[in-house]
């Protein structure tokens, strides 16, 4: 059930799988990016980050992976549990700005 | 350590009046950081501020649209002669500052606009 694309696809799961989140960006000269958790009616969550000069980073349960060559993101939940369940966006920082430009998001929805 | 704060959290208007949205950030943070979410789509970037600056706006509508981060208060977003089409969820970030390992931008819980 892996979901490409900037048009809030779903991805559905059973609890205890493993999910991956994918997003394009757009610009080359981003040098920072982050994944972001939001659930129904509350802001966006900083789940993590990482920057351009890396190409994985870990958390708990939680790896982003960047391949600048094809400017491609993506976010590697493991063991995903119901809580897990949110839309998730990527966001993008270029150098020399500091606003951030978010992708159109990700719903994941785990069963279990 | 309490997170960004934002009211209010629902804010109803006719068209015409005036919304005014508040924004405190988290405490050590003194840049701010305005976005608009439409349903089903991701935050758009509106206005970048440091204390008693605006550093971007490029994101902000030319008309009706306004923010201020004075020296002692909050930010706040103001939008005059409010119409339907600004019916949103407006979220305010944070960061300590620029540079690297002190950009991450945490967000508020949003404050619902609906303009009847």
């Known amino acids: 059930g892996e979901s490409v694309g900037l048009h809030l696809p779903t991805l559905s799961v059973q609890e205890g799988d493993n999910s991956i989140i994918n997003c394009a960006y757009s610009?080359?000269?981003?040098?920072?990016f982050i994944w972001y958790k939001q659930e129904s009616g509350k802001g966006p969550q900083f789940i993590i980050d990482?920057?351009?000069?890396?190409d994985k980073r870990q958390g708990q349960r939680v790896t982003v992976l960047l391949n600048k060559t094809v400017k491609h993101l993506s976010l590697q939940i493991a063991a995903t549990q119901p809580g897990d369940s949110a839309v998730y966006f990527c966001?993008?920082?270029?150098?020399?700005?500091?606003?951030?430009?978010f992708g159109t998001g990700t719903r994941l929805l785990v069963s279990p | 350590n309490a997170g960004v704060m934002q009211n209010p959290r629902h804010l109803v208007r006719r068209r015409g009046q005036e919304a005014r949205l508040r924004c405190s950030p988290m405490?050590?943070?003194?840049?701010v950081y305005w976005y608009r979410q439409l349903p089903e789509e991701g935050l758009k970037f509106m206005v970048y501020?440091?204390?008693?600056?605006?550093?971007?706006e490029s994101g902000m509508p030319k008309e009706r649209f306004s923010a201020e981060f004075p020296k002692e208060g909050p930010s706040i977003l103001r939008i005059q002669q409010v119409v339907r089409g600004d019916s949103a969820a407006y979220f305010c970030?944070?960061?300590?500052?620029?540079?690297?390992?002190?950009?991450?931008?945490?967000f508020g819980p949003g404050t619902r606009l609906l303009v009847l």
């Open positions: 610009n080359s000269a981003s040098d920072y």
């Open positions: 970030a944070s960061s300590i500052r620029q540079g690297e390992g002190q950009e991450t931008q945490y």
């Open positions: 966001a993008e920082k270029v150098t020399g700005f500091q606003k951030l430009v």
């Open positions: 405490k050590g943070h003194s840049h």
């Open positions: 501020l440091q204390k008693e600056n605006i550093i971007d």
């Open positions: 990482i920057r351009s000069n890396m």
